[in-house]
C-alpha cells in the first residue's frame, strides 16, 4: 500500500494547490447528498483523522 495516498498533509497540500480532480460521479453524489465542495474542503483541512482503516482499500472497477 502506498502510504502517500493516505497522508493527509498531503492530501491538504493538493487542496491547496487546487490539485484535486473532482469526478463527475463524486459531484454528483455530492449533489445528492446536500454536501458542497467547501464543506468538504473544510473537513479536510481542519478535521483530524480519527482512526486508520489498513486493510481497506479502494475496489477496482
Known sequence: ???ELLNIE?????????KIDWTKHCLNRLNQRNILISDVK????????????????????
Request: aromatic share 16%; glycine share 4%; charged share 30%.
Open 1 to 3: 500500500m502506498n502510504e
Open 10 to 18: 498531503t492530501i491538504r497540500e493538493y487542496i491547496a494547490k487546487r
Open 42 to 61: 473544510t473537513a479536510i483541512n481542519d478535521g483530524k483523522i480519527i482512526e486508520y482503516y489498513y486493510d481497506d482499500y479502494p475496489q477496482v472497477a
